[in-house]
């Protein structure tokens, strides 16, 4: 059995990247958790992540572009806020956009100069307290903050 394929395990917290990262990318950042691709981008002060993949036709969103808030994705242009709703379809401008134009949004959070993801739909527990579990772990403390 995988590490992915045990549900209790999708109900924590996990790194995925370096914040400093997100900020240079600029544009969202692909990320691999449980052998699945999820999209990070900043959201303002706060991240956003889904799963790689545009509801639409299935395009990767981390080839997109982040900007307001929202994601683009790069085939046709749909833009979904951090909550994962599509807020605009260029093609249909003031048409209704479909419920099922959503993306499968996660819970993404930093802290420690970390980008954090939770797959579950609800976490077990916040974000873990390292400060409580340092001793035998190994950051690089360059791009690390413990505050
Ligand atoms: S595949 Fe994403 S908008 Fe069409």
Redesign the pocket.
Known sequence: MLVGEIPALREFWYPVAYDIDIDLADDPMQVRLFGEEYAVWRDGDSLAAALDM??????R?SQ?WAGDGCVT??????KFDADGTCVE?PQSPGLPIPARARLASVHAGERYGLVWVCVAEYPRAGIPDLQLHLSGIRLDPARCRLT
């Open positions: 545009c509801p639409h036709r299935g395009a969103l997109g994705c790069p085939y046709h242009g749909w379809v």
